[in-house]
């Protein structure tokens, strides 16, 4: 069976600090994998998607990044972290012919101070 | 930006009772999803719709899809303690990469 994970669960860091989310799914090959952000109280805003190892797409221009270093991993990155990044970060995979269902990981809470 | 605008934001019922979720979206749509948020966790894919159905079952859930109205909704019977979660629309709206575009959610509490 698939299972996706994410790292860290929560993190507090200082405005200007740099910041890695990692995201990793197994039990499939060749997935599509999302990263959203979650306001508190609010709906899932989509920052990336990404079709296959070096094929990202970026959906709001902000100060993260994301990388695809492996087929099954997907990263989330900033060089100096603002306080508006603070959210709930979910990452999520598809895959298979219709690719219409997104499974979603436990999510990484970040405060930015 | 947010395709979908669930209505209402918050809903409060007695066990037992049915919920009824509403979601409306704006532009065209290659299906709509429902998902499932525990306070603080990921969210879970309850149904899928496509754009040329008209309501679909799953055990206690209904949901019904009105593309002239462009409006779905979500019927959960027999409403349990254990449903009080947040409660999200998707629209898949095509353009590649089956992205998902999210409403802002109703949240259901189900009360003893």
């Known amino acids: 069976s698939q299972t996706i994970h994410q790292w860290p669960a929560t993190l507090v860091q200082p405005v200007g600090s740099p910041l890695s989310l990692e995201c990793t799914v197994e039990g499939t090959s060749n997935p599509n994998l999302y990263w959203y952000r979650q306001a508190a109280g609010r709906g899932l805003q989509l920052l990336f998607y990404?079709?296959?190892?070096?094929?990202i797409s970026s959906e709001v221009p902000q100060n993260l990044s994301a990388s695809r270093p492996q087929d099954r991993q997907f990263i989330l990155s900033s060089k100096k972290l603002l306080l508006s990044d603070s959210g709930f970060y979910l990452c999520?995979?598809?895959?298979?012919?219709?690719?219409?269902?997104?499974?979603f990981g436990p999510g990484t809470r970040l405060t930015v101070l | 930006s947010q395709q979908g605008e669930e209505d209402p934001q918050a809903l409060s019922i007695q066990e037992g009772e049915n919920a009824t979720m509403n979601c409306s979206y704006k532009t065209s749509i290659n299906n709509l999803q429902w998902y499932r948020q525990n306070s603080g966790r990921g969210l879970v894919h309850l149904i899928l719709i496509r754009s040329n159905e008209r309501e679909k079952h799953s055990g206690r859930l209904r949901v019904t899809l009105d593309t002239s109205k462009k409006s779905s909704s979500l019927l959960i019977t027999a409403s349990r303690a254990a449903d009080t979660a947040s409660y999200f629309c998707?629209?898949?709206?095509?353009?590649?990469?089956?992205?998902?575009?999210f409403g802002t959610g109703t949240q259901l509490k189900v009360e003893l």
């Open positions: 990404s079709i296959g190892i070096d094929q």
């Open positions: 998707a629209t898949d709206s095509g353009g590649g990469g089956n992205k998902l575009t």
């Open positions: 999520a995979w598809s895959v298979g012919p219709q690719q219409d269902t997104q499974y």
